[in-house]
C-alpha cells in the first residue's frame, strides 16, 4: 500500500506552513514561524531616542554594540538579554506594548497593523539578499555604540523608520 504525502514548496521548510503569515495569527505561529518572520535587517538594533513629551522616537545610526554590523546579526542571540539587558525581546504577548517601537518595515509590526508584508520581504522574494537591495538593511553603514559618545547620539539621527 502507498500513501499519499503532500509535498510542500522547496522555499518553505516543513515546519513553516504555507504562507503562514498570511493566514496564521502572530500568537498562534510556531517559534519556527515567529522566526522566520525576521527579514534580519537589523533595523531594531539601532539605538534610538524618544521624546520625553511626545513619545516620538528617533532612530540613530548608532548599531547595538552586539550587532554585527556586515551581517546585521545579533553577535550573541541565545544569550542577548543577558549581555545586553535593555534589548528589547518581541513577542506576541508585549507586541501591543511595544510594537510601535520597531520600526515601521519590520514584519512583525507590519502584520500587526495588519499590512502586507513588503515584496522585498524574504518570504515573499525567496532570497535573503532583497532586503539590502531594498535599501532596507543597515549593514555597512552604522557605526558600534562603542564608537559613538552617549551625549553625542543627536548627532546621529537618521529618517524616521518609526511612524
Ligand atoms: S526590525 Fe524586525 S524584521 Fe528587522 S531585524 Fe528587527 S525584528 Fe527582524
Ligand atoms: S542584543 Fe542583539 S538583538 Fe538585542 S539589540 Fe543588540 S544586536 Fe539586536
Redesign the pocket.
Known amino acids: 500500500m502507498s500513501r499519499k504525502r503532500k509535498r510542500l514548496p522547496k522555499s518553505e521548510p516543513a515546519s513553516l506552513r504555507p504562507k503562514f503569515w498570511e493566514r496564521v495569527p502572530l500568537d498562534q505561529m510556531t517559534e519556527a514561524e515567529w522566526e522566520a518572520?525576521?527579514?534580519?535587517?537589523?533595523?531594531?538594533?539601532l539605538l534610538k531616542l524618544e521624546d520625553a513629551e511626545t513619545e516620538e522616537i528617533a532612530f540613530t545610526r548608532v548599531s547595538c554594540r552586539l550587532l554585527d554590523t556586515e551581517t546585521?546579526r545579533c553577535g550573541n542571540y541565545a544569550i542577548r538579554k543577558q549581555l545586553v539587558p535593555d534589548c528589547v525581546v518581541?513577542t506576541p504577548k508585549n507586541i501591543d506594548d511595544i510594537g510601535y517601537w520597531?520600526?515601521a518595515?519590520?514584519?512583525?509590526?507590519v502584520l500587526h497593523e495588519g499590512r502586507p508584508l513588503y515584496d522585498w520581504?524574504p518570504l515573499i522574494s525567496g532570497r535573503a539578499e532583497s532586503?539590502q537591495e531594498a535599501g532596507?538593511s543597515v549593514a555597512g553603514w552604522v557605526v558600534p555604540e562603542f564608537e559613538v559618545d552617549e551625549d553625542d547620539l543627536e548627532d546621529y539621527l537618521i529618517e524616521p523608520?518609526g511612524g
Open positions: 518572520l525576521c527579514d534580519g535587517c537589523g533595523r531594531c538594533c546585521c518581541l520597531m520600526p518595515t519590520c514584519a512583525y509590526r520581504h532586503v532596507v523608520y
